[in-house]
């Protein structure tokens, strides 16, 4: 990874007192952080990700609250219609991959357009457009689910940590 283990949390730009300031966006812009961490399964650090992993830390640096796994994830927010054959999305929607008859294995955060930033093999960035050499078929084959998610559909982590507290 490019510099990655000097990297420290407070360079990343959080909003968790002021979580209404969530901004899909901002996926794009936390890109810069999690680019080139190794793929790691279960991996929730800067030591290694998962796909699920990248996108809850994401969440959770934006403030937010976020379920574990990708087929968890997948039932936030709202579905997204999309041309499975020049698939095309705003940035901070969620893309959610499966094999047919399969439960989702796979998510990834779009960045627009037809690209996707995700963690397979290490975190990177790809493409769903076969014109541009950062595409990979069998991701855009497994294609299967699109969420946009909103504010209203996330909890803050100051209340989820609230609740674990008064649950303990």
């Keep these: 990874p490019r510099g990655f283990k000097n990297w420290v949390w407070e ?3 959080k909003s968790i007192d002021h979580p209404e300031a969530f901004h899909p966006e901002a996926f794009a812009r936390l890109k810069q952080y999690f680019s080139g961490i190794p793929y790691v399964w279960g991996g929730k650090t800067s030591a290694g990700l998962d796909c699920s992993g990248l996108i809850q830390l994401m969440f959770h640096q934006s403030g937010y609250s976020f379920p574990r796994d990708a087929w968890q994830q997948a039932e936030v927010g709202e579905t997204v219609d999309f041309n499975p054959e020049k698939p095309e999305f ?4 969620l893309l959610y991959f499966a094999r047919s008859g399969k439960k989702i294995h796979h998510v990834a955060a779009s960045l627009g357009g037809s ?3 995700h963690a397979s093999e290490w975190t990177r960035e790809n493409d769903l457009n076969p014109d541009y050499a950062l595409f990979v078929q069998d991701i855009k084959d497994t294609l299967t689910l699109a969420k946009r998610i909103r504010t209203g559909h ?3 982590l100051v ?3 609230k609740e674990m507290i008064a649950r303990a």
Excluded at 90 to 93: L, M
Aim: hydrophobic share 30%.
């Design 11 to 13: 360079e990343i730009p």
């Design 90 to 93: 705003q940035a901070g929607d």
């Design 115 to 117: 690209r996707y930033f």
């Design 154 to 156: 996330l909890k803050p």
């Design 159 to 161: 209340s989820s940590f």
